[in-house]
């Protein structure tokens, strides 16, 4: 028997072995494809962060431009909305 019979035995199309490989090929597709979903769904809620702390940001600055007195108060609670929110986008929360 030659090498290349013997390699069809065992791998070949109806041969467990061959069966177990698509088996393992479909569970690392299938895993890929969800690690990817997770990533998409991260990247897309990490620009919403940024979207919205942008935006706030820039209605508080309009608003402080009025009173200008309530500055040293609010910045230091934007400051830490974006930390947190940075912090969630990056670990997922």
Same mark, same amino acid.
């Given at each position: 028997m ?10 070949g ?10 088996? *393992? !090929?479909?569970?690392?597709? +299938? $895993? ?6 997770r990533?998409?769904?991260? @990247? &897309? ?5 940024? *979207? !919205?702390t942008?935006?706030? +940001? $820039?209605?508080t ?8 007195? @309530? &500055?040293?108060?609010v ?13 969630r ?5």
């Amino acid at each position: 028997m030659s090498n290349v019979e013997r390699w069809n035995e065992a791998f070949g199309a109806g041969s467990s072995l061959s069966r177990q490989a698509r088996r *393992d !090929l479909d569970q690392i597709a +299938v $895993e890929y494809a969800v690690k990817a979903a997770r990533e998409q769904a991260r @990247a &897309a809620y990490t620009m919403l962060t940024i *979207d !919205l702390t942008i935006s706030m +940001v $820039e209605r508080t600055q309009e608003r402080l431009k009025a009173t200008p007195q @309530a &500055a040293p108060f609010v910045m230091p609670l934007l400051e830490g909305y974006a930390r947190s929110a940075s912090y969630r986008s990056y670990f997922g929360l």
